[in-house]
Structures are given as structure tokens and as C-alpha cells.
């Protein structure tokens, strides 16, 4: 009962923590006209913003919400318990814009963790032993004896594989760091033309190269299932279904479907401080990410705005963008303006429609957003107890840092899971990835409380073709803490406080269309130069002078900053080096 009314509170009474701003009157004062504006204050955005005032470019970010950060965003759900309300883990930051934007000197701080996965089984205990578990971690003689627990062979054959995994995710950084490939301009034209957009080509000849021999591992890593790569190396089921995992992720897939792999390889792209393939909590939560991108953008003088929610693209005679208006009726104009809202969300309903060519709006219509994710966060009194690792005294174990894997010892419970959701039904046993980043960080929870992020799917955006209800959010969330309480029994008794945001939440609270984190399908048919369309893989829009900048754009969701940067270099018409030097 207690759980179900701080539910309800909290949806009333979400407050913003730390150093956001809070009310108009501590803002800048809004001018009317601006050379660039960028709509919406996500991470993207917020980058897109600073490297335009660092190139010279009057620029304001406009943010509907009362906080900044879309879905990177600390909130005060509960009184003392500060959560990541939507994204929850930082590791796809792009490097050069950490060091550009000198985030480190704007207050950003990573705790690093290190092991990085704990999957527990549910199973008796052989002789009075407690069930067995598996973690992942970069100490490798660590992580070899926990994978002999369940195989020898696998063992042997995981080094192998981590550093195959390496070779391919690095070999594509350098079509992270730059915009696809220029067909139209390559392909027609004038000679002189087509020369000039010969160096779009660049970063693709550096990615073969670095492949080499391998190009045929990475054709299939993307347009394979994973299960079909996972099997070929391993044969113990819990090792399979952990890695399997990171292949779904966020994503409506299965380990069994095509593309899946691509899913895998795209969260072991990214680091932190330098060490690749890291992930980490962000000190006062995902928020903080954004706060020291709004510090960073604000020192070079962008003008940055919440509550200031956009009703339309403003455009002129001559068919080009040329600012917005808000939905209070006040006009800003602008030379150029910049997207950070997804590609549906732009398109069908901030720029007036007979601006668009009508194939063009048939063919947003077309962008999957499909999603599996239903997030809880969870306010607790006392630390959850696992029986595969049972910690005395409400003290923390290694394991309590670690994407906490639950229900995922199988992958056929991964499989059943998908295929109930894609009968429009909430998973009976679903996916389960906890993380506690209190653990860590001291400052999310009062004295012995904590933070609890569970990261859950399948879920589908709506029940056997009816809409969400109260009662549905609540049996979902009770049926996971069931499942938790399996792994950690007196877990639900901790619960002082939930937060349940299924995907129709994630899409009226955060923008995120259809609910998905990526802003569009992480699939083959969404990525590089059909990211989010194979007309729109340049950020550049039909009207002239709007672009996009969010997550929908190349290189896909999750790489932080990347399209907001690569969004500033095509609106400011600058090369990449000169960008950088800015």
C-alpha cells in the first residue's frame, strides 16, 4: 500500500536536483532573434549548442520540461532518494567532446565499475551451498574462474572472444566521430561537387582498413543473430544468456533475430576515463552529465531555457526555417534551427506539413520506435540481500555495483519473454537488469537507503491493443518485484517508494517516441546512411536551415553527444578538423 501511494506522489511531485535551473526568473532573458536555436535540452542538444557559440553562432536551447537533459536527467522522486529517472549509465560519450567541452572541469564525475555484471541463478544449492552466480569484471583470472564454475571450454574461449569483440567495435570509432557518407552529393552533380564530397568517403576507407581480414566477422556481427555467434564460442547456458543480454537491450528483438548482434556490439563501443568498453554511475546521477554540458555550452554563452515548450518551426517565404514559436504564442527568430526531438516528433508535429514533400511524410510514418522497456525505479530501505551472494549487515559486495542480471540465466526465458510481448502482453518472467548506483555514489539516498534502477522488458506500448492502465502498471511492477524478491527475499519489504514508467510514460514524460531510448530502432534498416531515413542521413531536413541533432541521427542512440556535434558541423558548414579546433 505504502508503495502504490509514493507511486502516485511521485508522478504529482517530481523535483528537480542540483544544479538546473529552476524558474524563469533566474534565466537569461530571451532575445527575439538568435542565429541558431536548438529545440530541446537533451545531451545532444546541449552539445549541438556549444560547439555553434564556440564557432561564432548566437545560439539558445529551448527546453519544454522544467529540467534539462531528455532523458539523461536527475529527479527527486522521493524525498532524500535522487534517481536517473530514465537513462541510467554513462559510457558512450564521445572523447573529443568530454575534452573539448572540458566536462571534467564542469563537475563531471564518473564512478567507475568494476565487476560489471552479476547474473544469479535460481536453483537449490548443492550440499547447503547457496546457488551458484556468474560475474563479469576486468580482473580476467577473476572473471575465468567464475566462468570455469560453469565451464572449462568457456573459460578458455572468453579472452578470445572480448578481444575479437575490441578489434570490430574499434575499427567502426571512426564512423562514430563522423557524418555518413555523402551519396546524393557523390553520386550527382557537377565534378567539381562530387570532389568535395569525396572526403565523406574517408571514414569509411579508415573503418575497412582497420578491418582488414575481419570485414566478414563484422558483416555477420551485424546482420546475424547473436546466438548464432554466442554458440559458436560458448556452450554454458548462463555465460550465452548474459551476453545475450546486451544484445537486446532497449531493443523489441530476441537473441534468435537477425541484427541482434549489431545490438551487442554497439554497448561495447564506447569507455569511460579512457577505458574502453567501461561503464559507470554519474555522481548525483545521469543528470550530472548534462549539467556539466549546460555549464560547458552556458561559459561560451549559450542562452539556455526550460519551460519553454516549442508549438512550431517557423518558416518563411522562401520555404526555409527561420525560427519558432512557442506554444505561449512568443516568435524567436533564427537562421537556423536544430532538432534535438526525435525524427517523428519534428516532423509530424512541430514543422506545419505543407513544408514537407508528402513522400517524405509517408516515409517518417515509416521509422520503427518500437519498444520493449518498462523502467521502475525503486527507493529502498536497506540494501537487497541475493542468495547466490548473501552480504551480512546491509554492507555492499562487489556485486552490488554491477548491472544486476535477473530472470537471464536462460535464454530461453529471453526468447519466451520477447515472444509474449509480441502478443501484446507484458512478459509473465521478464528481463531484469538492476542497477544500485547509490552503491557508489553517496549522494542519491539518505544514510543506509538506496536507489534502485530495474531496467525491465518485454513490454509492449500497448495491452492486446488497449492502452496502459493504473491497475496494468501496478501488476506489472508487482509481478517484477515477485521475481526479485526470488533472487533477494525481503526486497519487497525494503520498497519505500516506486516509479513505474512504461513506454506510453517514457514517451509523454521524455519525447521519447513509441517509448524507444535510441529515438528509433537500433535495426539494420535504421543505421548509418539510413539513419533515420536514406534522405535524412546528413542531419540536413527538406526545409532549409532545420536540421536534426537527437538520438534518431547517426550514430544511433546511446553515443552521446555524437549527432549533436555532427548535427553543429553540417548547420555550421565546417570540416571535421576545423570543428575540432574550434
Known amino acids: 500500500m505504502a508503495a502504490a501511494l509514493w507511486t502516485e506522489r511521485g508522478r504529482r511531485a517530481v523535483t528537480v536536483v542540483g544544479t538546473v535551473t529552476r524558474s524563469r526568473s533566474s534565466q537569461a532573458a530571451l532575445k527575439s532573434q538568435y542565429d541558431a536555436l536548438v529545440i530541446g535540452g537533451g545531451h545532444n542538444g546541449l552539445v549541438a549548442a556549444a560547439y555553434l557559440q564556440k564557432g561564432g553562432l548566437q545560439t539558445a536551447v529551448l527546453e519544454r520540461r522544467h529540467v534539462l537533459g531528455g532523458a539523461a536527467v536527475s529527479e527527486e522522486i522521493f524525498p532524500g532518494f535522487i534517481f536517473s ?204 552529465v548534462s549539467q556539466a554540458i549546460a555549464s560547458s555550452a552556458r561559459s561560451y554563452g549559450v542562452d539556455i531555457f526550460t519551460e519553454k515548450d516549442v508549438d512550431q518551426v517557423l518558416i518563411g517565404p522562401d520555404g526555409a526555417a527561420k525560427g519558432v514559436v512557442l506554444k505561449d504564442g512568443t516568435e524567436i527568430q533564427s537562421k537556423v534551427v536544430l532538432s534535438n526531438a526525435t525524427p517523428y516528433v519534428t516532423f509530424k508535429k512541430l514543422t506545419p506539413q505543407t513544408a514537407l514533400p508528402p513522400e517524405f511524410i509517408k516515409a517518417v510514418d515509416q521509422i520503427d520506435y518500437t519498444s520493449p522497456v518498462t523502467k521502475i525505479n525503486v527507493a529502498v530501505d536497506k540494501l537487497p540481500n541475493f542468495l547466490a551472494t548473501p552480504t551480512p549487515d546491509n554492507k555492499p559486495g562487489p556485486h552490488h555495483q554491477c548491472s544486476i542480471h535477473l530472470n537471464c540465466e536462460s535464454v530461453e526465458v529471453l526468447e519466451t519473454a520477447y515472444k509474449e510481448a509480441m502478443n501484446g502482453r507484458p512478459s509473465a518472467r521478464p528481463m531484469l537488469e538492476m542497477t544500485i548506483p547509490s552503491v557508489l555514489d553517496p549522494t542519491l539516498a539518505p544514510p543506509g537507503c538506496h536507489v534502485v534502477s530495474l531496467f525491465t522488458q518485454f513490454t509492449p506500448y500497448h495491452i492486446e491493443g488497449k492502452e496502459w492502465t493504473e491497475q496494468d502498471r501496478e501488476a506489472y511492477a508487482d509481478n517484477v518485484f515477485d521475481w526479485v524478491e526470488q533472487y533477494a527475499p525481503g526486497f519487497k519489504k525494503s520498497v519505500v517508494g516506486r516509479d513505474i514508467l512504461a513506454p506510453p510514460d517514457l514517451e509523454r514524460i521524455f519525447g521519447l517516441t513509441g517509448g524507444n531510448i535510441f529515438h528509433g530502432s537500433m535495426s539494420l534498416d535504421q543505421l548509418y546512411l539510413a539513419r533515420p531515413l536514406p534522405s535524412l542521413s546528413d542531419y540536413r531536413s527538406p526545409v532549409k536551415g532545420l536540421y536534426l541533432c537527437g538520438s534518431g541521427c547517426h550514430p544511433g542512440g546511446g553515443v552521446m553527444g555524437s549527432p549533436g556535434w555532427s548535427a553543429a558541423l553540417h548547420c555550421h558548414g565546417r570540416s571535421q578538423t576545423s570543428l575540432k579546433r574550434i
Open 85 to 288: 529517472r530514465c537513462s541510467y549509465l554513462l559510457s558512450l560519450l564521445r572523447p573529443h567532446i568530454y575534452a573539448d567541452l572540458e566536462l571534467k572541469k564542469h563537475g563531471l564525475k564518473v564512478y567507475m565499475r568494476d565487476p560489471h555484471a552479476y547474473t544469479p541463478m535460481l536453483e537449490e544449492g548443492v550440499g547447503g551451498a547457496p546457488p551458484r552466480s556468474l560475474i563479469l569484471g576486468s580482473d580476467l583470472s577473476m572473471t575465468l574462474k567464475e566462468i570455469s564454475k560453469f565451464s572449462q571450454k568457456d573459460a578458455q574461449a572468453y579472452p578470445d572472444f572480448i578481444a575479437h569483440l575490441e578489434k570490430l567495435a574499434e575499427a567502426i570509432h571512426p564512423l562514430l566521430d563522423a557524418p555518413p557518407v555523402d551519396i546524393p552529393g557523390f553520386t550527382s552533380g557537377s565534378l567539381r561537387k562530387r570532389l568535395s564530397v569525396a572526403k565523406t568517403l574517408m571514414p569509411l576507407v579508415k573503418c575497412g582498413m582497420k578491418l582488414g581480414t575481419n570485414i566478414p566477422d563484422f558483416y555477420e556481427i551485424v546482420t546475424a543473430p547473436i546466438m548464432k555467434i554466442l554458440n559458436r564460442w560458448f556452450e554454458s547456458e548462463p555465460l550465452r544468456a548474459t551476453l545475450a543480454t546486451d544484445a537486446v537491450i532497449g531493443a523489441m528483438t530476441s537473441p534468435s533475430n537477425p541484427g541482434s548482434g549489431y545490438v551487442l556490439l554497439h554497448h561495447v563501443m564506447g569507455e569511460v576515463e579512457k577505458e574502453k568498453g567501461a561503464w559507470g554511475y554519474v555522481e548525483g546521477g545521469m543528470g550530472g
